[in-house]
């Protein structure tokens, strides 16, 4: 009887600690095999650089970046996906809109536009977020992690990727988007 009582109190919770509320990490997992969508995963390595030449900021950027994670979803030229794309949009949205994500930063129109929301506070950003939406083209969503990142190092990471010989066979699968 213990045991049978023990093992539901477990099952109930475990069912109480698991968290149906949306999330981008869930948004990536549940969409990353979906054939209208191109997922990437980018390691660190991906920036091949010279370190001796780079600034103690630079350093310290690099250090604080882990991986970025893509995922993509590409209109076709009929349009034949445009409700799609607007639910996805919309999914996406409403995720960003989360008390997690701080925004930093949006530009453009309804039709056109781009944000860039973080993960953290100020100082100690675990992630930063792009998403960029285009009605005729489609919408792209970057997950940038890393530990105590802050607004400088992004930008020390793009200073250096200017620079840097990037290992494009890790951006291999995004080639299909650039047609």
Do not use: W
Not at 76 to 96: C, G, N, P, R, W
């Amino acid at each position: 009887m213990k045991i049978a009582y023990l093992l539901g109190l477990l099952t109930a919770l475990m069912l109480l600690s698991c968290n149906d509320k949306p999330s981008l990490q869930r948004y990536f997992v549940d969409h990353s095999e979906n054939k209208d969508f191109v997922s990437v995963d980018v390691s660190s390595n991906i920036i091949n650089v010279d370190k001796t030449k780079l600034s103690i900021e630079e350093l310290e950027a690099l250090k604080s970046f882990d991986k970025m994670n893509i995922i993509a979803f590409k209109m076709d030229s009929a349009k034949t996906k445009t409700k799609e794309f607007e639910v996805e949009s919309a999914k996406v949205k409403a995720i960003l809109k989360g008390k997690e994500y701080h925004e930093l930063m949006k530009v453009g129109s309804s039709s056109n536009s781009a944000s860039i929301s973080f993960v953290g506070d100020e100082n100690h950003i675990n992630e930063f977020v792009v998403y960029a939406k285009n009605k005729d083209a489609g919408f792209a969503l970057v997950r940038i992690l890393g530990d105590d990142m802050n607004p400088n190092n992004i930008m020390s990471i793009l200073s250096i990727l200017k620079n840097a010989d990037i290992d494009m066979e890790q951006l291999k699968p995004l080639q299909g988007l650039m047609k």
